[in-house]
């Protein structure tokens, strides 16, 4: 026997006195972070103000032991259309999803991106985002010595 989508909506409504609740900052070197939320009012979140704006955030995806990109599309804002459309370097988004629940907020989970493309309309901004990984970053070599390393030659 199948429950119908209104039945589980109900249910689940019963269940949750909270929400679930999506909150970017977005951070290129020389501009100001912004921070924004996928919500109908504006949120502060760890002394920071969050503006709502809509969005949507596919995640990433993972397969065969290789990452996939993810995407984001954000309605458009004149002061990210700026930074996104003059900016030559790295553009980092940081997701940070929380429950929010009776007046307080718990982290739920966080994941860093990289943007790897842009597209920018009038109507919306488009991201494609990949996994900030720091293990594929080139390391510079570093030659163990007694005075680098004093506590290994003893």
Do not use: W
Request: proline fraction near 3%.
């Amino acid at each position: 026997m199948a429950i119908s989508a209104a039945t589980l909506a109900e249910l689940y409504s019963q269940q949750t006195s909270g929400a679930l609740i999506e909150l970017l900052s977005i951070e290129a070197d020389g501009y100001d972070t912004q921070y924004i939320t996928n919500n109908t009012i504006d949120l502060t979140y760890n002394s920071q103000l969050y503006t709502a704006i809509p969005f949507v955030l596919t995640p990433h995806t993972e397969q065969n032991n290789s990452i996939g990109t993810g995407s984001l599309t954000i309605a458009n804002m004149e002061a990210l259309i700026t930074v996104l459309r003059s900016y030559q370097g790295i553009i980092t988004i940081t997701l940070q999803a929380v429950f929010y629940k009776d007046g307080s907020f718990d982290p739920v989970k966080g994941m860093s991106y990289i943007v790897s493309d842009i597209d920018c309309d009038s109507q919306a901004i488009q991201a494609t985002l990949k996994v900030d990984d720091c293990l594929d970053d080139e390391m510079l070599y570093l030659e163990l010595t007694p005075n680098v390393a004093p506590g290994l030659f003893i």
